[in-house]
């Protein structure tokens, strides 16, 4: 069988080690074969991390969950209630291997948890053949949108990480929740860097979730003002979506600064800078406009997050700061989303930010 194969290859009178030599570098040139090959068909054939399990159906609303609701939520609007938010959510120890985190859980295990806020950034990461090869196969994802906290093939565990974070994956984990626990209002706030296109296309591929947004338009918001959230329950618009970008609101995503104020962003490196100013210079605090009143996000996180100083910013200083500086600057109203890192952790007071956004959720 050796004579008869080197007759067919031209290799007669060729010594063996020459043999050896030559079908060691075609067994590598077909192992590099077979790699480009299968990136060739990644959109197909590598797909992004496992999907989430499929929702259970949302029930359509009706009159027999008006009670609960009402006993839920009471009375109050929107803008009367207050949500534990999560300052990027998306990176932490659970969904992905990130060297540098906002939260320890996962997506999933923070809204198990209490919070009804995410803040994610959306990015647009294009196919890469060369990924796909350096990392032996383990970074050949198809072209789509993710969640980046900066270029998506920049720094594996600091501006991306593995598994890549779809976005599509993530907001079906928010719809699977709200699925799950039919009472529940969540906010997802989106830094935006990819076109309206994109982000339509990518929402597009959530089971259920047109159902469940919350269009303001459809409720007449600007003439009205905010409906009860126990209204929002009964009618099953639970999911409210936020962007720094203006041109997707056709999408049922609303333009932050039309709808919003908001603090600037930061408490400095040394989390000493406690005043509460706009993050925006033309939409103040203390906005009023005629029968409309914008929902208040509160950011109260330093510029790189340490589980050491999420633990000093996180207790009294959060409860002192809402009531001393950001409730005043916003004109006497308390924050209706009050966005943090390290959710869990506290500074030993007694007061956590779960339990300081009961405080205020308790008040008149």
Same mark, same amino acid.
Request: proline share 6%.
């Given at each position: 069988?050796?004579?008869?194969?080197?007759?067919?290859?031209?290799?007669?009178g060729r010594p063996a080690g020459a043999l050896r030599r030559g079908?060691?570098?075609?067994?590598?040139?077909?192992?590099?074969?077979?790699v480009l090959l299968g990136t060739a068909t990644t959109a197909t054939?590598?797909?992004?991390?496992?999907?989430?399990?499929?929702?259970?159906?949302?029930?359509?609303?009706?009159?027999?969950?008006?009670?609960?609701?009402?006993?839920?939520?009471?009375?109050?609007?929107?803008?009367?209630?207050?949500?534990?938010?999560?300052?990027?959510?998306?990176?932490?120890?659970?969904?992905?291997?990130?060297?540098?985190?906002?939260? *320890?859980?996962?997506?999933? !295990?923070?809204?198990? @948890?209490? =919070? /009804? %806020? +995410? &803040?994610?950034?959306?990015?647009?990461?294009?196919?890469?053949?060369?990924?796909?090869?350096?990392?032996?196969?383990?970074?050949?994802?198809?072209?789509?949108?993710?969640?980046?906290?900066?270029?998506?093939?920049?720094?594996?565990?600091?501006?991306?990480?593995?598994?890549?974070?779809?976005?599509?994956?993530?907001?079906?984990?928010?719809?699977?929740?709200?699925?799950?626990?039919?009472?529940?209002?969540?906010?997802?706030?989106?830094?935006?860097?990819? *076109?309206?296109?994109?982000? !339509?296309?990518?929402? @597009?591929? =959530? /089971? %259920? +979730? &047109?159902?469940?947004?919350?269009?303001?338009?459809?409720?007449g918001v600007r003439q009205n003002g905010w409906p009860k959230v126990?209204?929002?329950?009964?009618?099953?618009?639970?999911?409210?979506?936020?962007?720094?970008?203006?041109?997707?609101?056709?999408?049922?995503?609303?333009?932050?600064?039309?709808?919003?104020?908001?603090?600037?962003?930061?408490?400095?490196?040394?989390?000493?800078?406690?005043?509460?100013?706009?993050?925006?210079?033309?939409?103040?605090?203390?906005?009023?406009?005629? !029968?409309?009143?914008?929902?208040?996000?509160?950011?109260?996180?330093?510029?790189?997050?340490?589980?050491?100083?999420?633990?000093?910013?996180?207790?009294?200083?959060?409860?002192?700061?809402?009531?001393?500086?950001?409730?005043?600057?916003?004109?006497?109203?308390?924050?209706?989303?009050?966005?943090?890192?390290?959710?869990?952790?506290?500074?030993?007071?007694?007061?956590?930010?779960?339990?300081?956004?009961?405080?205020?959720?308790?008040?008149?």
């Amino acid at each position: 069988m050796i004579d008869m194969d080197m007759k067919r290859r031209g290799f007669r009178g060729r010594p063996a080690g020459a043999l050896r030599r030559g079908r060691a570098r075609r067994t590598l040139v077909g192992l590099l074969l077979l790699v480009l090959l299968g990136t060739a068909t990644t959109a197909t054939a590598s797909p992004p991390p496992p999907a989430a399990p499929a929702p259970t159906a949302v029930a359509p609303a009706s009159g027999a969950a008006a009670g609960p609701a009402a006993a839920r939520w009471g009375d109050r609007r929107l803008d009367e209630v207050s949500f534990l938010t999560t300052h990027n959510a998306f990176t932490n120890y659970e969904d992905s291997r990130w060297s540098s985190v906002n939260q *320890s859980e996962s997506v999933r !295990g923070q809204l198990e @948890g209490g =919070v /009804r %806020g +995410l &803040s994610l950034d959306t990015h647009w990461y294009e196919r890469s053949t060369w990924l796909c090869v350096i990392s032996f196969g383990s970074d050949c994802y198809p072209s789509d949108v993710y969640l980046c906290h900066g270029e998506c093939k920049t720094f594996a565990g600091a501006t991306y990480a593995l598994p890549r974070q779809s976005f599509h994956g993530t907001m079906q984990t928010v719809v699977d929740f709200l699925a799950a626990h039919p009472q529940e209002v969540v906010t997802v706030f989106l830094e935006d860097y990819v *076109s309206a296109d994109q982000l !339509g296309r990518s929402l @597009g591929r =959530v /089971r %259920g +979730l &047109s159902d469940m947004v919350f269009r303001p338009d459809e409720w007449g918001v600007r003439q009205n003002g905010w409906p009860k959230v126990a209204d929002l329950v009964t009618s099953n618009k639970r999911l409210l979506i936020f962007s720094d970008r203006s041109d997707r609101e056709n999408l049922g995503v609303m333009y932050d600064r039309s709808w919003t104020v908001s603090n600037f962003w930061s408490l400095g490196d040394l989390g000493n800078d406690l005043s509460c100013v706009s993050r925006w210079s033309d939409v103040p605090l203390d906005r009023q406009e005629p !029968g409309f009143r914008r929902l208040f996000t509160m950011s109260h996180h330093r510029n790189v997050p340490t589980v050491l100083t999420a633990a000093l910013d996180n207790g009294a200083k959060l409860r002192n700061r809402i009531a001393e500086q950001c409730r005043p600057a916003a004109g006497g109203r308390n924050p209706n989303f009050v966005s943090v890192d390290f959710h869990r952790l506290s500074d030993g007071s007694g007061h956590t930010p779960a339990s300081i956004v009961a405080e205020l959720n308790s008040g008149p």
